[in-house]
Structures are given as structure tokens and as C-alpha cells.
């Protein structure tokens, strides 16, 4: 490994950063930590698939 993070990465955190504040701020979303991995985890398949 280079020590470069690669886009997906970059990508998969962002997604999973803005799900988990959204959860914060609106709590009828749901757990904050379960939105967010559930959004990092969709995000990867839809990428990988490609």
C-alpha cells in the first residue's frame, strides 16, 4: 500500500458521515450508527458490482 486513499474509500466515508449526522439530527430515522453502516454498506455493493 502507497498510503493513498483510494476514491471509493473517500466515497464510502463521506456517504456514511452525512447518513449518521442525518440520523442525529432527525432521531425517527432510526439508530444513527445502523443508518450509517447500512448506507456504507449499500454504497459498496452498487460500487463493486460495476
Known amino acids: 500500500m502507497d498510503g493513498q486513499i483510494d476514491q471509493r474509500t473517500v466515497v464510502l466515508l463521506l456517504r456514511g458521515s452525512g447518513a449518521v449526522y442525518a ?14 453502516i447500512a448506507v456504507v454498506t449499500l454504497v459498496y455493493l452498487l460500487m463493486r458490482s460495476q
Not at 23 to 36: D, K, R, S, V
Open 23 to 36: 440520523a442525529f439530527e432527525h432521531p425517527a430515522l432510526g439508530t444513527a450508527l445502523l443508518i450509517g
